[in-house]
């Protein structure tokens, strides 16, 4: 999550969409420099997320319409909420309510809504992965890389997925669960080396284009990016497999995770939110002005470590609110799930 505020942090704050670069000064080609590297690396944020809920749901075949019903509730208090806010202070108009009270079929967060869809379908996925050969569960992941992958346009990614489909949530959930039920490489220790070394290789790879460009038709530095189902999957997966091998040897940072963890998806629900996201960026963290500036490193870090904080902050008092309103208790009663649940 903390990568997603990065990438978003650039994506919305300092950049524009294919904003050329100030080729005579000198710091703004540095923080071009290590803007792309930081891009590169951090892009695994998305993937990395769908993933993880393949690890954690891999043999999970019970259908739990509580948990649906969940995100869906959590996901309602920001879209609706904020709106609601704005309205009462006189910023937003009271007929946007309605486009806020549907947040999955008016897409506020494409991630959300992609990911309920996912979330839905879960417990079949794993159903049909833990009936299968581990052969033919190899030979399903490579046809739907085959078919989601978009490298330069090849093979079929282009045609079959693409980064923010329901179809290439399906293969990262099946990515996660494979390696939670096969656990491959599990004595491979170098990961994380093998996730900076790819994405510091992939940025300068495009870099070296940009340079090319310019020294052969003159085309000054712009910020290109390669999207999540592209070379990024192969840094989200080294990412992802450094975080599933790597052993958090301190009690303390251990139970730190621990309890920022439950409140990770309410930073994305509040900094991505389409009626603050210009306002944040553009109006109060305001790093468009230093493109050109040495202190633009030390502003967009600071800036988004204070946004993961205040959105963890936010997020736990949602959670207070749901507890002291029973939301829990009334989503079992409504659905019954602690007796009637049962396994597909």
């Known amino acids: 999550m903390l990568c997603i505020v990065f990438i978003h942090s650039m994506m919305y704050g300092a950049l524009n969409p294919f904003q050329q670069v100030d080729m005579d000064n000198t710091v703004g080609l540095i923080n071009w420099s290590w803007m792309y590297l930081l891009m590169y690396l951090v892009q695994a944020g998305v993937n990395c997320f769908v993933m993880v809920s393949g690890y954690l749901r891999a043999q999970n075949t019970s259908f739990k319409w509580k948990s649906v019903a969940k995100l869906w509730l959590i996901t309602f208090f920001y879209s609706f909420g904020i709106c609601l806010i704005l309205v009462l202070i006189g910023e937003q108009s009271p007929s946007s309510l309605v486009k806020y009270a549907f947040p999955i079929y008016n897409m506020t967060y494409w991630f959300i809504a992609i990911f309920l869809g996912l979330t839905v379908i879960s417990p079949f996925l794993s159903m049909a992965v833990t009936a299968i ?11 739907l890389a085959i078919l989601n992958l978009g490298l330069f346009k090849f093979p079929y990614g282009e045609i079959y997925g693409g980064g923010q489909t329901l179809m290439w949530f399906i293969f990262l959930y099946l990515v996660g669960a494979y390696i939670k039920i096969y656990n491959p490489f599990k004595d491979f220790k170098h990961f994380g080396k093998c996730y900076l070394a790819f994405g510091i290789l992939l940025a300068c790879g495009y870099m070296s284009i940009q340079v090319l460009l310019f020294f052969r038709n003159g085309n ?11 070379f990024t999957f192969v840094t989200s997966l080294m990412l992802f497999l450094w975080a599933v091998n790597h052993e958090v040897k301190s009690e303390v940072a251990g ?4 309890k920022i963890a439950p409140y990770a998806l309410g930073v994305y629900l509040v900094t991505e939110h389409p ?25 967009l870090v600071g800036a988004c470590m204070a946004l993961f904080a205040i959105g963890t902050i936010i997020d736990y008092a949602r959670a207070l609110i749901f507890k002291i309103a029973k939301v829990d208790k009334g989503l079992d009663w409504i659905f019954k799930s602690r007796k009637k649940e049962q396994t597909i």
């Open 255 to 258: 139970n730190i995770i621990s």
């Open 133 to 143: 050969s581990r052969r033919n569960y190899q030979i399903l992941l490579v046809v």
């Open 275 to 299: 009626l603050l996201r210009n306002w944040i960026w553009n109006d109060v963290v305001r790093l468009k002005p230093h493109i050109n500036d040495p202190m633009l490193f030390p502003i």
């Open 220 to 230: 000054a530095f712009d910020y290109g990016n390669s999207f999540n189902n592209s």
